[in-house]
């Protein structure tokens, strides 16, 4: 059974910085791609970076420059760097694993950014 735990979120300044981690239990994430993705209030989930199995990577354009996903195989998990964070990050933000024919959603952090 594969389950995945996100922490590290939480109540920050516009400008500010947060480290997201996502622990995956039951798979290795070594051969898989993880992505992370944010809920706000509202709006529909959207795509916000994905790291391969190889360890490229790829970023909603609202975020590219400001993120940084990255990945501990040793861990089984998964980090999402914020950096410069702006009121329009605050969101739920979960990771994800697909496995075919499967996908797999932690419960989520929530991120707020405001002053």
């Known amino acids: 059974q594969v389950q995945l735990v996100e922490s590290g979120g939480g109540l920050v300044q516009p400008g500010g910085s947060l480290r997201l981690s996502c622990a995956a239990s039951?798979?290795?994430?070594?051969?898989?791609?993880m992505r992370w993705y944010r809920q706000a209030p509202g709006k529909e989930r959207e795509f916000v970076a994905f790291?391969?199995?190889?360890?490229?990577?790829n970023y909603a354009d609202s975020v590219k420059g400001r993120f940084t996903i990255s990945k501990d195989n040793a861990k089984d998990t998964v980090f999402l760097q914020m950096n410069s964070l702006k009121p329009e990050d605050t969101a739920l933000y979960y990771c994800?694993?697909?496995?075919?024919?499967?996908?797999?959603w932690g419960q989520g952090t929530q991120v707020t950014v405001s002053s």
């Open positions: 039951g798979r290795s994430l070594r051969n898989y791609v």
């Open positions: 790291i391969s199995s190889t360890g490229s990577t």
């Open positions: 994800n694993l697909y496995i075919p024919t499967t996908n797999y």
